[in-house]
């Protein structure tokens, strides 16, 4: 089993950045990949990244790459992401996933956390 809690969500002005983090605790970190989806008042869940356990591999979706970024800290079981340049769009609860393998289906993902919300709007 594996605990995820995410922090981080507010509301911010567009263009501005913003910096999620997920604690994970329970089974060995090293073990899944880590990932954030996001969803919408009325939208399907969405992909946004994920990372393998190495962090050498590293997967965005078209419509953050350049403008998020994902990472991870194995000393504090933590993995990050980091938000520039946003925009009203990318308002959604975003949740922390762990899972066997980087992909978009949210059913491939095996751990979910609470969610935190980031509201984009001045």
């Known amino acids: 089993q594996v605990q995820l809690v995410e922090s981080g969500g507010r509301l911010v002005q567009p263009g501005g950045s913003l910096r999620l983090s997920c604690a994970a605790s329970g089974r060995t970190f090293s073990n899944y990949v880590m990932g954030w989806f996001r969803q919408a008042p009325g939208k399907e869940r969405e992909f946004v990244a994920g990372?393998?356990?190495?962090?050498?591999?590293?997967r965005h979706a078209n419509s953050v790459k350049g403008r998020f970024t994902i990472s991870r800290e194995y000393a504090k079981n933590t993995v990050y992401l980091q938000m520039n340049s946003l925009r009203p769009e990318d308002t959604a609860v975003y949740y922390c996933v762990a899972g066997p393998r980087i992909g978009g289906d949210p059913g491939s993902w095996d751990y979910w956390g609470q969610g935190t919300q980031v509201t984009v709007s001045s």
């Open positions: 990372i393998n356990w190495g962090g050498g591999i590293t």
